[in-house]
Nanobody, 125 residues
Framework: QVQLVESGGGLVQAGDSLRLSCAASGRTFDNFAMGWFRQAPGKEREFVSFIRWSGGSTYYADSVKGRFTISRDNALNTVYLQMNSLKPEDTAVYYC??????????????????WGQGTQVTVSS
């Protein structure tokens, strides 16, 4: 089992920055690839970003590319999502997730076996 706890969400204005953190405990963290997803009210959960266990490969949704940066610190069992130039359309609950099946479609939420409880990000215009 892997337990994931997100933090760092909040209410900010458009153009501001936030850094989300996801602390993992349980099984060996660096055996898992990590992803960030988000879900806005009335919408389906969508892929945001992904990072492999080594941190060598990262992927982003087109909507956040160039504004968001994913990173991880395996010594601290933590993955981060630095979000810059936030827009009102970034408003959502953000979830981190872990997968040991990164050979599958990492943009699909069914690939991830472990999820955090989510952290709310609200961007006002």
């Amino acid at each position: 089992q892997v337990q994931l706890v997100e933090s760092g969400g909040g209410l900010v204005q458009a153009g501001d920055s936030l850094r989300l953190s996801c602390a993992a405990s349980g099984r060996t963290f660096d055996n898992f690839a990590m992803g960030w997803f988000r879900q806005a009210p009335g919408k389906e959960r969508e892929f945001v970003s992904f990072i492999r266990w080594s941190g060598g490969s990262t992927y982003y949704a087109d909507s956040v590319k160039g504004r968001f940066t994913i990173s991880r610190d395996n010594a601290l069992n933590t993955v981060y999502l630095q979000m810059n130039s936030l827009k009102p359309e970034d408003t959502a609950v953000y979830y981190c997730a872990a997968t040991s099946r990164a050979y599958l479609d990492i943009k699909s939420d069914f690939v991830y076996g472990y999820w955090g409880q989510g952290t709310q990000v609200t961007v006002s215009s």
